[in-house]
């Protein structure tokens, strides 16, 4: 079932706005609120039932019907809210956020598309080898809100090391240096709880780009109600908890070696000859949390941008001018011959 919240003051598709907190009509500027909408749902909701997309072929993609102009929206297996690409209406698909695909949590939007349009256009400003060209004539192609799926996990985290260590110390003794070489063996044990630990569970995102996106404000985190989703895109999970877990756990490893490891001071050299670490998964729950994802054209290429649509933290990169890298280094290879050459000219 596909489900498009209306206005109540005029019945046109409403969405929520992430700089008000509520939804948002753009045509009668009637405001509702999350918890409105969600307990008015049916009285303010049209729904249409799924249609499996005809085809010789097994395929994974989905037909609907969009419930303002009716045109048909195209789906995969794991979109849970789109919008129509003829009208722009949201379109939200109910019978996939039931069960265990129902998020428990959602960081809602914070950054609204124009605040992300404002954010794309000063990134493509900076970088000192940015080209002048980019900077003038770069222009956003396609601009996407979608709500990704994570996974955040707590732990329990329990870490044992133990080390080999010297301590070097150096006196005169008459005409001799003497040195002394004190050796320890160091123990170190430590436990920590760590919390909100994210991991992308979307087939579709790249992880290193996601990883980056962090961190998340996670007072930000609601209870999760579908109007939030109205106006974005949304996705379910592509791997469920225990599948995302030997990734998460990798990290967690490391967050409390590093932090035992750390604690190792005051020793001339340090020889880490054994380490335990136990863990113990408390919870791991179902998020979306917010990305705007801007794809934007330069010299024939397609290139992204991706946004956190809660803080505004941008992952990208930005194209270099190799005039202005020749040139930079250019002008610092100059200065240092001019120099050079001023110190040879006072040595002679």
């Given at each position: 079932m596909v489900e498009t919240y209306k206005c109540k003051g005029c019945g046109a598709p409403i969405e929520f706005d992430g700089s008000q907190g509520e939804l948002v009509c753009q045509y009668c500027g009637t405001h509702m609120s999350v918890n409105e909408m969600s307990?008015?749902?049916?009285?303010?909701?049209?729904h249409v039932d799924d249609e499996t997309a005809e085809s010789g072929e097994k395929i994974d993609v989905n037909g609907y019907k969009?419930?303002?102009?009716?045109?048909?929206l195209i789906t995969d297996d794991n979109t849970t809210a789109t919008v129509c690409s003829f009208c722009k209406s949201p379109a939200i698909v109910k019978s996939r956020l039931t069960g265990q695909t129902m998020p428990a949590k959602i960081i809602p939007f914070s950054i609204t598309k124009d605040k992300a349009r404002e954010i794309f256009k000063g990134w493509c400003h900076k970088g000192v080898f940015t080209p002048s060209a980019f900077k003038k004539s770069s222009f956003v192609e396609s601009m996407s809100g979608i709500y990704v799926p994570f996974w955040?996990?707590?732990?329990?985290?329990?870490?044992?090391?133990?080390?080999?260590?010297?301590?070097?110390?150096?006196?005169?003794?008459?005409?001799?240096?003497?040195?002394h070489t004190d050796h320890f063996r160091v123990v170190r044990e430590g436990e920590a709880l760590f919390r909100l630990i994210p991991a992308d569970a979307s087939e579709k995102m790249p992880d290193d780009v996601m990883d980056l996106l962090e961190p998340y404000n996670y007072t930000g985190l609601k209870d999760f109600q579908m109007p939030y989703l109205?106006?974005?895109?949304?996705?379910?999970?592509?791997?469920?908890?225990?599948?995302?877990?030997?990734?998460?756990?990798?990290?967690?490893?490391?967050?409390i070696f590093n932090a035992a490891r750390d604690t190792i001071t005051g020793y001339s050299s340090i020889n880490i000859t054994g380490s335990n670490t136990r863990l113990r998964r408390r919870e791991a729950v179902y998020t979306l949390l917010p990305v705007w994802m801007i794809t934007y054209r330069y010299k024939g290429e397609n290139k992204i941008l991706a946004i956190n649509g809660q803080t505004g933290k941008q992952v990208g990169t930005l194209p270099r001018s190799k005039e202005k890298q020749l040139a930079w280094f250019g002008g610092i290879l100059a200065g240092v011959f001019a120099v050079l050459m001023m110190l040879g000219g006072f040595v002679g």
């Open positions: 307990r008015s749902g049916e009285k303010y909701a049209s969009c419930q303002n102009c009716g045109a048909q955040l996990y707590d732990y329990n985290a329990e870490c044992h090391i133990e080390a080999l260590a010297t301590r070097v110390r150096h006196h005169r003794e008459g005409d001799y240096q003497v040195t109205s106006g974005f895109l949304s996705e379910k999970y592509s791997y469920d908890s225990r599948q995302m877990a030997p990734r998460v756990e990798s990290r967690v490893r490391s967050y």
